[in-house]
């Protein structure tokens, strides 16, 4: 299936049905008096978050959503029916915004959630509403009230406990495929993945989602590769796994440009929880290892893991060292550096 995480679609809810004029006509009743019914409600278009979505494709063969309209009213006193409501599915994660693709509307993050988007039309009242002392036989009634109708924008933000990032090449689909079960596509030329993959990891009886995106390179911010349009799927990780390709000559210079690109797409992305692992360990020799792991643990400030994704190699102590971000009370618990002063004190770098 093909990842689609952006679309924008038309919707309009249902016109209300007119009232009806109408007047008794009965044997015997000789001042029958009005009896026009009300017209009736238009229908009206939510969305509903389901689990069983993650992409939105579906919105790619149908953009436009339309509510019935209310029926009129009728003789006798009857009213007319209501028209019938339309629930758009969509999957959990989606923010709806206006159609000035800023404003948000609602972001729906919980199964089963719903959000009224546009409300159908009054059905218009009868003759018989209008009736009075003074005018006991009116020959007038509404019309039904017009719908809403509206252009929104759809934006899927996957959920998922920890993302993955790194430049091109740095081992992130290996090692999605070697801790779940997911099977993204590998090989060994840049932008390998062009959307991103889910997988869930098992580890001490415990699962772990975690969330593959396209690697970044220098001047993502700007558009450079692929740019960055899909970091958007890891702003609601609990943690990061910043994996670094460890037969990169210069693995600082690698690990800060990364760094560099999160601050330039949203600064608050820095005081998410990191877990550095140096990866393709198993093609380097223990010097080179070590030379390389003191590097990134003097510039990180932290624990550098030694793993190998192709290998199999060091993984799990790396999806237990995550398991402690995930849980929102430890999350609470951890001591972290002030959202000003990190922003305050980060630079681009040059």
Known sequence: MKFLDQ??????????????????REKYIEFGGPSGGDGGRGGSVYFEAVDNL????????????????GQHGMGSEMCGAKGEDVVIKVPVGTEILAEDGKTLLKDMLKVGEKFLIAKGGDGGRGNIRFKS????????????????????WLK???????????????????FLSAVTRARPKIADYPFTTLHPNLGVAQIDGREIVLADIPGLIEG???????????????ERCWAFLHLVD???????????????ELALYEKKLLLKPQVVALNKCDVLDEKERLKKQKALEKESGQKVFLISAAAHTGLEDVLRNLLGYIQPKNIENQKQESVSAVLSTWSPLD
């Open 7 to 24: 679309a924008k679609i038309y919707v309009k809810s249902g016109d209300g049905g007119a009232g009806c004029v109408a007047f008794r």
């Open 156 to 174: 899927l933000k996957i959920i998922a406990d920890v993302g993955l990032i790194g430049f091109p090449n740095a081992g992130k689909s290996t």
């Open 133 to 152: 002392p003074t005018n006991q036989a009116p020959r007038y009634a509404e019309p039904g009230w017009p719908g809403e109708e509206k252009w929104v």
């Open 246 to 260: 460890g037969t990169n000559e210069d693995v600082v210079s690698a690990y800060k440009a990364i760094l560099n």
């Open 54 to 69: 993650n992409t939105l494709i579906d919105f790619r063969y149908q953009q436009h959503f339309k509510a019935p309209r």
């Open 220 to 234: 993502a911010h700007e558009g450079i590769g692929l740019g960055d349009r899909f970091l958007k799927h890891i």
